[in-house]
């Protein structure tokens, strides 16, 4: 169910512009800095960047254009003078609380990582965002060559006002929180140097080949999305082009926008990572800083006839044609339940689906499942759907199942179909594809691929508020293989991170994105398959910007609840994973009654205690939180003052008989609708 967008390139390709790298390597000793610290100047404005702290939140710094100033410190772990500074620094913060100044720490000392980084700050009595400059490239255009520099920058214009230790640095803040015009000062910062190896070979930019560093570069990672035919809204397929929006390359690279794989790199291991490497990285931004020039040598892009393949998988073994729909300029469209007659003679395990959209604008996603009947032309409940057979959703188009790995697809039966469409201020149909890949017949694979979704319907987001914290968690009854991770919530999706805790305790992190783009909703398949033990819980936890700083916030000044429109929001975090013990010969469906037992739990037990109390229950008017408070002491039959988890299941079984079926017919629209079960397959149905 992965995505790759990789080219298939030469690896000799790849080796050339490794060497050309390589040439500029340098040692990352403090003699290094010696030789470079004379001859750095500082620029006076700085350009946008993003950068993930100690917490992993991404910091952009021009989506804090609203302060009056923003100050700058430079970080290096163990530093004395930093820790010298550290009592002056946080007076400094909080002398200027409530006044819209931000004040962030940036760690660009090569080998500096999260967990010594922070527990250093906290021995230093330090506590303010440290953003991690990993490849460099913020310390080297800010003109960093010490630790504890204090850089005052002034958000009108993005200049400098100040840089030196941090007694000087009030004045300058003090101006521009009163408005007025600051001149740069600037004085010699007194903290450890810090190695820039690069900045030895700056005069060497100018040299960096075109056609044997950057091409290759812009073809394995660029150009299977630009180029005709493809998502990318321009195409990069020549020098001219690569040169044309070489400003907008380097600003989108330096704040981890493009490519759009949005996990932090500190974080897991992945397949089909499409990430530049850093030394791609600080390979295009540093040729783009020398002005991009074409050096010698033939445009190898130029030889390459670019066009987006119509279907990227290859031809499917059957393609459905979803109904298609028109929508309007403007309004809310409700959720479409269409259901397309598969009309096939006999089951077969599915391996891959891809999805072909006519408007990207207008697809907020497709959901897709097995029906075992032809219900064609009728609208139809997820909560009948059998097995996932995935889905669509900006950025994405294909699912690929992990090897020996599928899902059962019968005969004669149909796929659901869960569409959201969003109008975008233009009149249009949309006219979906979707392409189905079959394993051949005697390859079938041994496993069953399930996926469950982690969600919170209780999520409570205020008005104004810029990182705002959820969480919810599975346990797994069974030990389970996880397989991949898929994050989703809607414009106003901060950052997400999960997380395994172990039944022994231990939290390992699994994935972080510290920069959540609704735009780009990846499948992040591990590069090894996880164990999950049973008694095990998987943790998301997801932050929200509800504030004016996010670009994409329909209304800052609401509070915001979970709902299906993009203009509400969501949490949900989707899970790829088979049971160890399960083959396709050897079913168990119970395990998966058992996980769908344990979402509730889960849901509401914001302190991860094994109980629910009366203050963890909120939520806006879809929650089912409402409801159990409003029968919080009927289903508290120990009268402890909680629920626990057999109390919680009472509750539950009596809620369902009391809605006498409603929600299978779509009927509820107060509560999500439930996971999907899997389908019959061969063993299920009498070993066909």
């Known amino acids: 169910m992965g995505i790759s967008r990789k080219a298939i390139i030469g690896l000799g390709a790849l080796a050339t512009a490794a060497s050309a790298l390589a040439l500029m390597a340098s040692p990352h000793g403090v003699s290094s800095a010696k030789a470079e610290a004379s001859k750095v100047t500082g620029p006076a404005r700085v350009d946008d960047f993003m950068l993930a702290d100690q917490d992993l939140l991404g910091r952009q710094l021009y989506r804090m254009g609203d302060d009056r100033a923003v100050v700058l410190v430079t970080y290096a772990s163990g530093d004395k003078q930093l820790h010298a500074d550290a009592q002056a620094l946080m ?36 506590e303010m965002p440290i953003l991690f400059d990993y490849e460099q490239l913020v310390g080297e255009e800010l003109g960093v060559t010490r630790a504890a520099e204090v850089i005052v920058i002034d958000p009108r214009s993005w200049s400098i006002a100040y840089r030196g230790p941090v ?3 009030k004045a300058a803040i003090d101006a521009l929180v009163a408005g007025q015009k600051v001149a740069l000062t600037s004085r010699e910062a007194k903290g450890e140097l810090i190695a820039f190896p690069e900045r030895a070979h700056a005069g060497a930019y100018a040299r960096i080949s075109y056609a044997q560093a950057i091409a290759p570069i812009i073809q394995a990672k660029c150009a299977t999305c630009h180029q005709p035919g493809g998502i990318g809204p321009m195409p990069l397929n020549n020098y001219e082009q690569v040169k044309g929006f070489s400003p907008m390359i380097r600003e989108v690279i330096r704040t981890h926008r493009m490519p759009p794989y949005l996990a932090d790199e500190t974080v897991g291991a992945f397949q089909d990572d499409d990430r530049l490497t850093p030394q791609q990285m600080k390979t295009l931004v540093h040729w783009i800083d020398a002005g991009a020039p074409r050096g010698a040598g033939e445009d190898p892009l130029k030889k390459i006839a670019f066009h987006a393949p119509e279907w990227p998988l290859g031809k499917p073994d059957v393609v459905l044609n979803v109904p298609a729909v028109k929508i309007a300029a403007t309004g809310v ?121 982690i969600f919170n319907f209780n999520i409570e987001i205020p008005a104004g508020e810029e990182w705002h914290k959820e969480s919810s968690y599975i346990e797994f009854p069974k030990e389970a293989l996880l397989y991949g991770i898929t994050p989703h919530a809607h ?58 700083r996010n670009p994409g916030n329909p209304d ?67 929650s089912p939180a409402r409801t159990l408070l409003q029968y919080f002491d009927l289903i508290d039959s120990d009268h402890d003052g909680s629920i626990d988890a057999k109390e919680l299941a009472a509750a539950q079984k009596f809620m369902a008989r009391g809605r006498g079926g409603q929600a299978a017919q779509g009927g509820d629209k107060a509560a999500p609708a439930a996971q999907p079960m899997p389908a019959a397959t061969p063993a299920a149905a009498g070993g066909r």
């Open 556 to 622: 800052p000044k609401k509070t915001v609840y979970w709902g299906e429109q993009t203009s509400e929001e969501m949490m949900a975090t989707y899970l790829h994973y088979r049971w160890t013990d399960e083959t396709v010969t050897h079913q168990t469906p119970e395990y998966e009654k058992m996980l769908q037992a344990n979402l509730m739990m889960g849901v509401l037990d914001t302190n991860m205690d094994g109980k629910i109390e009366k203050a963890e229950l909120r939520g806006g008017p879809k």
């Open 333 to 453: 469209m409700d959720y479409q339940h269409p259901v397309v007659a598969n009309a096939m003679t006999e089951g077969r395990w599915m391996k891959a689906t891809t999805f072909r959209v006519s408007d990207r604008q207008v697809v907020h996603h497709i959901l897709t499942g097995v029906v075992a009947s032809d219900h064609a032309g009728n609208t139809f409940s997820e909560t009948q759907w059998g097995a996932s057979l995935g889905g669509y959703g900006p950025g994405r188009g294909s699912n690929i199942q992990p090897v020996d790995t599928g899902v059962w697809v019968p005969a004669s039966g149909g796929v659901g179909f869960q569409n959201h469409y969003t109008p975008y201020g233009r009149e249009t149909t949309e006219q979906t594809q979707m392409g189905i890949y079959f394993y051949p017949k005697g390859q079938e694979p041994k496993y069953i691929l399930r996926t469950f979704g």
């Open 167 to 169: 007694d000087g640095a």
């Open 491 to 548: 414009v106003r999706g901060g950052s997400t991170q999960v997380s395994i805790i172990y039944p022994n305790g231990k939290e390992e992190k699994l994935l972080a994105l510290p920069r959540y783009n609704f735009n780009w909703q990846y499948e992040y398949f591990l590069k090894t398959p996880l164990k999950v033990p049973a008694g095990s819980k998987v943790l998301t936890t997801w932050t929200y910007d509800n504030s004016t």
């Open 91 to 126: 007076a400094l913060k909080a002398a200027y609380a409530g006044q819209k100044v931000d004040m962030l720490a940036v760690d660009s000392r090569i080998g500096d990582r999260r967990d010594p980084v922070i527990a250093d700050a906290k021995a230093a009595g330090l």
